[in-house]
């Protein structure tokens, strides 16, 4: 066979793993003459495509049906792709391209109940730096990436902030739980969160949520400036290209939302 022929085959039969990956469904499988038809295929061409997928345990076949399902070899690779992720690497270049657009601070955040921690931080070197370090801790109710997870997280952790306490770091702080709750709901909403100088008087930030191959939330990504540059028109501006990163980099952790 050439190396043309070689890498047409490869292509197909990649096209027909895809296929079972996005049709197969829970436990019922795609069929032959499915597949067939759907790749415009025969089936014993097919067959022979398959073939050594189901040898290598990335496809399997119901002795019953016929139907062809996922193997658990691709449940292998899977693990050993995931295990190879680190979430700072993954988030690298969504950052800097984040910082780039929008001219502002970037910040990469975890949820450390009832606190958020920095694990990255991307700064404008032409603007005014922001006071934030990473490794640094702060409450979660008071900030866009903390509301961010918040969001999506179960009631109890919302819970757990509030009787952690939530005393007013600003004027604008929300301190009261039942505020929170609603701001929480809006957040879902929109899909974005916004820091109103909730934390700091003169900063405004806006924050999206990350999500892994579980669509956990487990961590957000935010842009912070100053009120002057981040106004409330901007804020809004900024949210869809938050949360388009934060989308882009869910995605390359396997999040299928």
């Known amino acids: 066979m050439t190396e043309r022929n070689q890498s047409s085959s490869l292509r197909r039969a990649l096209a027909v793993l895809g296929h ?10 795609v069929s032959l003459t499915t597949l067939a038809e759907d790749l415009e295929l025969s089936k014993s061409t097919v067959l022979r495509l398959a ?13 019953d049906t016929g139907a062809f399902r996922l193997g658990h070899g691709a449940l292998v690779l899977g693990q050993a792709y995931l295990s190879t992720l680190d979430l700072r690497a993954v988030a690298s270049e969504e950052a800097h391209r984040l910082m780039r ?3 502002e601070t970037v910040h990469l955040c975890v949820y450390d109940a009832p606190h958020v921690v920095y694990i990255d931080k991307v700064e404008n070197q032409t603007n005014l730096r922001m006071a934030s370090r990473v490794g ?6 008071c900030t866009a990436v903390g509301k961010a997870i918040l969001a999506w997280l179960p009631d109890a952790a919302m819970d757990a902030a509030v ?4 005393p007013a770091l600003t004027p604008h702080t929300i301190t009261d739980p039942e505020k929170l709750r609603a701001e929480l709901v809006k957040i879902r909403s ?3 969160a916004v820091d109103d100088r909730e934390n700091e008087q003169e900063v405004r930030c806006v924050a999206a949520p990350i999500f892994d191959h579980s669509n956990m939330v487990i961590a957000a990504m935010s842009v912070s400036g100053l009120t002057s540059r981040i106004t409330p028109t901007r804020a809004r501006e900024l ?6 990163a934060c989308l882009r980099i869910s995605r390359a952790l396997g999040s299928t939302r």
């Open 20 to 29: 079972v990956r996005e049709h197969a469904g829970v436990g019922r499988g």
């Open 239 to 244: 949210g869809g290209t938050v949360t388009g």
């Open 136 to 141: 640094s801790r702060m409450p979660a109710y």
């Open 190 to 192: 929109r899909g974005y």
């Open 51 to 63: 073939t050594p997928l189901i040898e290598a345990s990335l496809l399997a076949r119901d002795r």
């Open 163 to 166: 009787e952690a306490g939530m």
């Open 101 to 103: 657009e929008a001219q």
